[in-house]
């Protein structure tokens, strides 16, 4: 008896359970990569990871500095031929590392994330320089950057008092996703 591979790998299934985004529409045109601002710091390139997807590496996409890096600033999404949302790909690849307790390969971005989320959700919109505090506090790289942030400071690019503009509104939302990621 010939026994058939899965059209799919369980892992582009896992991604499309989460993001509801099919990797398999990617047909490795590598527009994707072309136009990422971030590609120069990657491992692999956004099309080399689509396509590890696809065949089921899991170990070499959680193992990938390229999740970590991906900005999300949808560049790669507005110029796939086939609308693959691939900051969505990697949103959902973050969450199923998240999930199976893999830690970053690079730890300063999921720090980022929740403190960033904790600031909004605190103040109702980001307050840059408490977020830098909390950033330097729970990295521990107190002096780097430093010579930048003072020159924000002096050019007035970062506001020293929080403001509280929205800040209910923003506890309204964090409280409704809670309740709804509870269900």
Request: glycine fraction near 6%; include cysteine.
């Amino acid at each position: 008896m010939v026994k058939v591979a899965p059209r799919f790998s369980e892992f582009a299934e896992a991604v499309k359970t989460i993001s509801g985004l099919d990797v398999n529409l990617c047909f490795q045109c590598a527009k994707c990569a072309s136009g990422c601002p971030v590609s120069y710091a990657m491992d692999y390139t956004p099309t080399q990871l689509i396509h590890a997807i696809q065949l089921g590496l899991t170990d070499l996409v959680m193992n990938s500095k390229t999740m970590w890096l991906c900005a999300s600033c949808q560049t790669c999404s507005t110029r796939c031929p086939q609308d693959v949302d691939l900051a969505g790909v990697m949103d959902a690849v973050r969450i199923i590392a998240q999930r199976k307790k893999i830690k970053a390969k690079i730890p300063e971005v999921p720090i980022f994330y929740r403190s960033s989320l904790r600031n909004i959700a605190l103040f109702g919109r980001m307050y840059e320089l408490g977020l830098i505090a909390t950033l330097k506090l729970l990295t521990r790289s107190f002096t780097k950057d430093m010579g930048l942030g003072l020159r924000m400071l002096r050019k007035g690019k970062l506001n020293i008092f929080p403001s509280f503009k929205g800040a209910l509104a923003a506890r309204r939302i964090f409280s409704q996703v809670k309740a709804r990621e509870k269900r």
